[in-house]
C-alpha cells in the first residue's frame, strides 16, 4: 500500500468537530478519525489544548454520566423503557378483566346430556346442554368442584332431568364456552358477584406485580446511572451494565478488556 503522510500545525487548524469521531479541518481539507482509533479522546483534549484559533464543535461530548461512558444516548433509551414497561402495566391493570355487566349476559337453557371435569388438571366443570329444539352447547365453569355440594345437586338435577339456565357472553367463541350464570330452578351455583370477584383479584394481583415491576425499575435505573456516573469507583459493577468497550476511562482510552 502507498502511505502518504502530511505534516500540519497546531495554528493551521481551523476547526475541530469531536463527537463520535474527530473530523479536523485544516485549510480546505478535512481529516477524518474513526471513533474506534487508539486514543481518540485523549488526542482530541491534546489538539483542542493547542489549537488556540480553532472552532471547536463539541457534537457528542455529553455530560450524562460526567462523561464516563461512550454513545450514552443509548442507555438512555434503555431506562425509558425499563421504566415505560411497569408504567403499561400499570395502566393496563386498572382497565384489565373489566367487571360483567347483566346486560351482556345471553341466557341458554337447555337440559345437561354430558358433565365432567377437564382431565388435564380437574379444576374445570364442563357440560354439554341440548335446548328444546335439539341444539346442543358446551360450557365450562372453574366454580363447581368436584365432590362439592353443589355438584352433588347438580347430578340430583341432571338425574330429575331438570332444565339448567347458563348465561355467557354471546361475543365469546371458544369451544368451551365461560360459564358467567349457572342455575337451575331457585338454586344459583355460579353468579356474577362470584366471577366479577375472581376479576377483581385478577386487577389487583396484577396491579401489585406491576407495582413491584416498577420499583424494581427505579432501583435499576437509579443504581445504573449512580454507578455509570461512578464508573472509576466502581469498574467490577459497571461491567453489570455497560460492555466494556463502551466505558471511557481517565484518560481518554476505552477500556482494554
Given at each position: 500500500?502507498?502511505r502518504?503522510?502530511?505534516?500540519?500545525?497546531?495554528?493551521?487548524?481551523?476547526?475541530?468537530?469531536y463527537?463520535?469521531?474527530?473530523i479536523?479541518?485544516?485549510?480546505?481539507?478535512?481529516?477524518?478519525?474513526?471513533?474506534?482509533a487508539?486514543?481518540?479522546?485523549?488526542?482530541?483534549?491534546?489538539?483542542?489544548?493547542?489549537?488556540?484559533?480553532?472552532e471547536?464543535?463539541n457534537?457528542?461530548?455529553?455530560?450524562?454520566?460526567r462523561?464516563?461512558?461512550?454513545h450514552?444516548?443509548?442507555?438512555?433509551l434503555?431506562?425509558i423503557?425499563?421504566?415505560?414497561?411497569p408504567?403499561?402495566?400499570?395502566?393496563?391493570?386498572?382497565?384489565?378483566?373489566?367487571?360483567i355487566?347483566?346486560?351482556?349476559?345471553?341466557i341458554?337453557?337447555?337440559?345437561?346430556?354430558e358433565?365432567?371435569?377437564?382431565k388435564?388438571?380437574?379444576?374445570?366443570?364442563?357440560?354439554?346442554v341440548?335446548?328444546?329444539?335439539?341444539?346442543?352447547r358446551?360450557?365450562?365453569?372453574?366454580?363447581?368442584e368436584?365432590?362439592?355440594?353443589?355438584?352433588?345437586?347438580i347430578?340430583?338435577?341432571?338425574?330429575?332431568?331438570?332444565e339448567?339456565e347458563?348465561g355467557?357472553?354471546?361475543?365469546?367463541?371458544?369451544?368451551?364456552t365461560?360459564?358467567?350464570l349457572?342455575s337451575?330452578?331457585?338454586?344459583?351455583?355460579v353468579s356474577l358477584d362470584d366471577?366479577?370477584?375472581?376479576?377483581?383479584?385478577?386487577?389487583?394481583t396484577?396491579?401489585?406485580l406491576?407495582?413491584?415491576?416498577?420499583?424494581?425499575?427505579?432501583l435499576?435505573v437509579?443504581?445504573s446511572?449512580y454507578?455509570?456516573?461512578?464508573?472509576?469507583r466502581?469498574?467490577?459493577?459497571i461491567?453489570?451494565f455497560?460492555?466494556e468497550?463502551h466505558?471511557?476511562?481517565?484518560?481518554g482510552n476505552?477500556r482494554?478488556?
Open positions: 500500500m502507498l502518504i503522510t502530511h505534516r500540519y500545525e497546531y495554528s493551521q487548524v481551523k476547526k475541530i468537530r463527537g463520535e469521531n474527530l479536523i479541518t485544516v485549510g480546505k481539507r478535512l481529516i477524518l478519525i474513526d471513533e474506534n487508539s486514543n481518540i479522546d485523549g488526542f482530541a483534549k491534546e489538539l483542542i489544548q493547542h489549537s488556540e484559533n480553532a471547536v464543535i457534537s457528542e461530548k455529553s455530560k450524562l454520566f462523561g464516563n461512558i461512550r450514552p444516548g443509548g442507555f438512555i434503555v431506562d423503557i425499563v421504566m415505560a414497561v408504567v403499561f402495566s400499570l395502566v393496563a391493570a386498572l382497565f384489565a378483566t373489566p367487571d355487566m347483566p346486560d351482556e349476559i345471553t341458554y337453557t337447555g337440559r345437561i346430556t358433565y365432567h371435569f377437564d388435564s388438571d380437574n379444576s374445570r366443570f364442563i357440560i354439554t341440548s335446548d328444546r329444539a335439539g341444539e346442543k358446551t360450557f365450562a365453569t372453574g366454580f363447581i368436584d365432590n362439592s355440594q353443589e355438584y352433588k345437586d347430578e340430583i338435577n341432571i338425574a330429575k332431568n331438570r339448567f347458563i355467557y357472553i354471546d361475543k365469546e367463541n371458544d369451544e368451551e365461560d360459564i358467567r349457572f337451575c330452578g331457585n338454586t344459583c351455583y366471577v366479577n370477584s375472581v376479576n377483581d383479584e385478577n386487577r389487583k396484577l396491579f401489585v406491576s407495582g413491584v415491576f416498577f420499583a424494581f425499575a427505579i435499576y437509579a443504581a446511572t454507578i455509570m456516573s461512578n464508573a472509576d466502581y469498574p467490577r459493577l461491567k453489570l455497560v460492555q468497550d466505558i471511557i476511562s481517565k484518560d476505552k482494554k478488556r
